[in-house]
């Protein structure tokens, strides 16, 4: 496939992206996370309500005419120490129009401030939350990128273990899943976006000094048996592919129905550059294995 103009264009911003990713201050990217939310104008048929989650708070993101039965729990990324940005927002937006649901985001704590588990633990407030509002747990699901993959896979594993009614469905875009080797990747793999510097960053911020193999923090080591039907999307030029790989292979080996996609010549959640063709085509996809699986879950019920 020929790169698209799109493509060429994005591709030639993603060394000075990735440079600003290892060497802009935290505070200064935090503000300029904030001023782009401050800016955000979403598409006129979706409308924006912020929420109090029992003290966590969240952003709904409703399109005209959507099914109030049901929801798109949405865990953003950001290397657990940055928050919801208006790319995120802008691509939700599209997530909720293409399946026609409600999307709760979760604008969780952040690391260094409030490191491991506290960003998973607003997650999971949050999915209870549903639950006390009336939502039926099948008619909820759950999706999210980078370290909100990371989230979306351990809020199921700490739902499951707590006896909790699980989703229908889960999807992990670029997720998270080992912080045990991230070292020995990076000297391998050059990643377009992810700079070793800002990486280290992110890890001792969430790890803060507990051990990386707790499968609640990292969720490649976890059990993933009983696990709702899972997609996982990954960059083929992303050092993450491989913990993509290993969770899908995980997840396989447990009996959990997954699908893993490698999107060709891609880097790390490609998906927020909506004028990408490979982006369109990637939330075409969640969009679709969303709705199959809840309609699959209302078929059993």
């Not at 969780?108 to 549903?130: G, S």
């Not at 509002?133 to 594993?157: F, K, W």
């Not at 699980?166 to 793999?189: C, G, I, N």
Request: aromatic letters at 8%; proline letters at 8%.
């Amino acid at each position: 496939m020929t790169p698209s103009p799109a493509e060429k264009q994005i591709r030639a911003g993603l060394p000075m992206i990735r440079f600003l990713n290892g060497y802009l201050p935290l505070s200064i990217s935090r503000w300029m996370i904030a001023q782009s939310v401050a800016r955000l104008k979403l598409p006129a048929d979706i409308s924006h309500q912020t929420v109090d989650v029992d003290g966590v708070p969240c952003h709904w993101l409703i399109p005209q005419n959507a099914d109030a039965d049901q929801v798109l729990l949405y865990l953003h990324g950001g290397g657990f120490v940055l928050g919801l940005t208006g790319l995120h927002m802008e691509m939700v937006a599209q997530l909720a129009r293409r399946t026609g649901v409600r999307a709760l985001m979760v604008d969780y704590r952040l690391a260094p401030e409030h490191p491991f588990p506290a960003a998973l633990d607003d997650c999971v407030v949050a999915y209870r939350w549903l639950l006390q509002q009336g939502v039926a747990p099948h008619n909820i699901v759950i999706a999210g990128d980078s370290a909100g993959g990371n989230l979306t896979l351990t809020t199921l594993m700490k739902l499951r273990d707590d006896g909790d009614p699980l989703p229908a469905a889960a999807a992990a875009l670029s997720p998270v899943t080992d912080f045990v080797s991230k070292e020995k990747r990076f000297e391998e793999t050059y990643d377009p976006i992810l700079h070793p510097r800002a990486t280290r960053l992110y890890n001792k911020s969430y790890v803060a000094g507990r051990d990386p193999h707790d499968p609640l923090m990292s969720p490649a080591f976890g059990d993933w048996r009983g696990l709702p039907p899972l997609l996982i999307h990954a960059g083929e030029d992303e050092v993450l592919r491989e913990d993509a790989i290993a969770a899908a292979d995980a997840a396989k080996a447990a009996g959990v129905n997954v699908r893993l996609e490698i999107y060709p010549r891609m880097w790390h959640v490609w998906q927020i550059n909506l004028a990408l063709p490979q982006a369109q085509q990637s939330l075409d996809d969640i969009a679709q294995f969303l709705a199959q699986q809840k309609r699959s879950t209302d078929y059993i019920d």
